[in-house]
């Protein structure tokens, strides 16, 4: 079956980096898709990055444009998120997500609905 693993959350000062990793298995990816999300405490699940398989295009939510960079490695079925510059505001738990569906415009995959496959989730933890 699909499974999504996510790796490489922790504790980091603000102003510095981490780079989350999701392994997927189970799953030839072709006109897939990969999001990050993530969920701070008291708070909704909310987007956070998009990658689609073929073509690469990216998509970001605007709270993490210019600080976040997602990007694939085909072989090793692996998105990464690289979170530079971090603040405390993006302490959360961070899920990655596969939408095993094309959609016509990166946007959509801004709803946590369109996916089907989740990971366990990993704790990013910034201190200020």
């Known amino acids: 079956q699909v499974q999504l693993v996510e790796s490489g959350g922790g504790l980091v000062q603000a102003g510095g980096s981490l780079r989350l990793s999701c392994a997927v298995s189970?799953?030839?990816?072709?006109?897939?898709?990969v999001g990050w999300f993530r969920q701070a405490p008291g708070k909704e699940r909310e987007f956070v990055a998009a990658?689609?398989?073929?073509?690469?295009?990216?998509y970001y939510a605007d709270s993490v444009k210019g600080r976040f960079t997602i990007a694939r490695d085909n072989p090793k079925n692996t998105v990464y998120l690289q979170m530079n510059s971090l603040t405390p505001e993006d302490t959360a738990v961070y899920y990655c997500?596969?939408?095993?569906?094309?959609?016509?415009?990166?946007?959509?995959?801004?709803?946590?609905?369109?996916?089907?496959?989740w990971g366990q989730g990993t704790q990013v933890t910034v201190s200020s």
């Open positions: 990658i689609r398989w073929t073509g690469g295009s990216t």
């Open positions: 189970g799953r030839t990816l072709f006109m897939d898709t």
């Open positions: 997500a596969l939408d095993p569906s094309y959609r016509p415009t990166m946007s959509l995959y801004r709803e946590s609905s369109r996916y089907g496959y």
